[in-house]
């Protein structure tokens, strides 16, 4: 394979010289950063949709988007760059090089719901309201954004030699994103690795809880409902895909996944609340 081939072999798909960059006037554009920012305009443009549909003021959430925005892009960096800390710790200047990736959504999203919270206080507005408007919007920027890692040739999982295979050059990727596992597997004499592609798996279910949020809209029992289904559906998904990935994060000094206990907490917590406040609403008189 060429260094900038991505093939899904089983799939018959052969994709040559993908570029992680383009040009405009001698200045070079990460496709990772422009789908990113894609995926960003995408979930502002659902929730002022969402907002308009609910009698809602959609320039409410216009402006909410250029705080969640800039502090959501430090949170994840900043989640990224704790539990990635052996690596930064002798490459300080490495983390503020974006373009080489390293953006941890779940950095992202609690650095939104911080800001969301501070905005709705200061605003006057009701944080649950707009948490439900904004989920659909946020959950499809994600399936977008997945795909700024495909451009990166980043976040596919161990070895799989199965129907959605995706094969690699070696020189295309992060060394310390190959496993051991990875590399026993390379076929002698070849230059390419085969994995399975997490990417794609989350933004497929991704997609799949965002279309459950739109069907849900208009069944939710309380404001801040559809927060706790983006949260379960989410951390389900997440949970059992990051079991694959071999870029996962780690709590310092284990070998336990961090996005996944989070993932977990999210399930359980989201469904107990759920429970709990559905509970309360039916014993309460009418």
Partial sequence: MNAGDIAFPNLGIYLKDVPKFFSIFGFEIAFYGLLIGLGVLSGIVMAAHVAKATGQNPDDYWDFAIYAVIFSIVGARIYYVVFSWDYYKDNL???????????????????????????CRVKK???????????????????IGRWGNFMNREVFGEYYAGL???????????????S????????????????????LYES??????????????????????????????????????EGIRTDTLFLPGTTISVSQVLALVMVIASAAVDLAVRMKMRRQPD
């Fill in 93 to 119: 200047l490495g983390i503020f090089q974006l373009r080489n990736g390293g953006l941890a959504i779940y950095g992202g999203v609690i650095a939104a719901f911080v800001t969301l919270f501070v905005y």
């Fill in 180 to 199: 051991e596992n990875i590399a026993a597997h390379i076929p002698e004499g070849a230059n390419y690795i085969n994995v399975h592609p997490t990417f």
């Fill in 204 to 241: 497929v279910w991704n997609l799949l809880v965002f279309s459950a949020l739109l069907a849900f809209r208009k069944h939710k029992k309380f404001n801040g409902e559809m927060c706790l289904l983006y949260f379960g559906g989410y951390g389900l998904g997440r949970f059992v895909i």
């Fill in 125 to 143: 507005q009701n944080p649950l309201l707009m948490g439900d408007t904004c989920m659909p919007g946020l959950i499809l920027g994600q399936a």
């Fill in 164 to 178: 959605f295979s995706m094969q690699l050059p070696v020189e295309a990727v992060r060394a310390r994103d190959i």
